[in-house]
């Protein structure tokens, strides 16, 4: 069965950066779009980035664009959340999940389309 590790997390201050990696168990990563999302305390999970089985489509939350960037290597069997500028909105645990969707050069932001989770990582961002 598919396990996905996050780590990377930290506390950090508003403007700086962390870079996210989440690690795959199988050697068929690039069957799998990767998703990243994130919940802090008292919202819901919230799609922030996520990225098509071979690479070539991504998609990132309006309040992401331009600060997070997310790539994967799939000969690593690793997906990467590089995250800049962070703010204190930014604070969260952060989830990346793999899933199967219909059409395999899509990545979806919705977390019902994603069937295995990793157990998260924190981020906090604060001065």
């Known amino acids: 069965q598919l396990q996905l590790v996050e780590s990377g997390g930290g506390l950090v201050q508003p403007g700086e950066s962390l870079r996210l990696s989440c690690a795959a168990s199988v050697f068929t990563l690039d069957l799998y779009a990767i998703g990243w999302f994130r919940q802090a305390p008292g919202k819901e999970r919230e799609g922030v980035s996520c990225i098509s089985s071979r690479g070539g489509s991504t998609a990132y939350v309006k309040s992401v664009k331009g600060r997070f960037t997310i790539s994967r290597n799939n000969a690593k069997n690793t997906v990467y959340l590089q995250m800049n500028n962070l703010k204190p909105d930014d604070t969260a645990v952060y989830y990346c999940?793999?899933?199967?969707?219909?059409?395999?050069?899509?990545?979806?932001?919705?977390?019902?389309?994603?069937?295995?989770w990793g157990q998260g990582a924190q981020v906090t961002v604060s001065s």
């Open positions: 999940a793999a899933g199967r969707p219909l059409v395999d050069t899509t990545c979806p932001l919705g977390p019902n389309s994603y069937d295995y």
